[in-house]
């Protein structure tokens, strides 16, 4: 049984920045995708970034250049470094994992950390 719990999210003015952390447990973490997703009201939710367990990584248009996802596997934790927020970007964010990055996460869902971008 895979359990993920996310922290690091807050409020913060447009142009801040935080940094989202995800530890894991239950799985051999090294080996597997993690990937950062995010729901706002009223909308889908949506995969904003991945990390392979070598390192390869996966953007979401609306956050390239601003959000950087990294991992460590000694900790078995993935981060989501956000600089640059928007208003847009304000939404409960939750990290998953997956077998590759074109398959869908198998993890459950936990609560989420909330990141609301507003003046």
């Known amino acids: 049984q895979v359990q993920l719990v996310e922290s690091g999210g807050g409020k913060v003015q447009p142009g801040g920045s935080l940094r989202l952390s995800c530890a894991a447990s239950?799985?051999?973490?090294?080996?597997?995708?993690m990937g950062w997703y995010r729901q706002a009201p009223g909308k889908q939710r949506e995969l904003v970034a991945a990390?392979?367990?070598?390192?390869?990584?996966n953007y979401a248009d609306s956050v390239k250049g601003r959000f950087t996802i990294s991992r460590d596997n000694s900790k078995s934790t993935v981060y989501l470094q956000m600089n640059s927020l928007k208003p847009e970007d304000t939404a409960v964010y939750y990290c998953n994992s997956a077998v590759s990055l074109k398959q869908q996460p198998f993890g459950s869902w936990g609560q989420g950390t909330q990141v609301t971008v507003s003046s």
């Open positions: 239950g799985i051999i973490f090294s080996i597997y995708v």
């Open positions: 990390i392979t367990g070598g390192g390869t990584t």
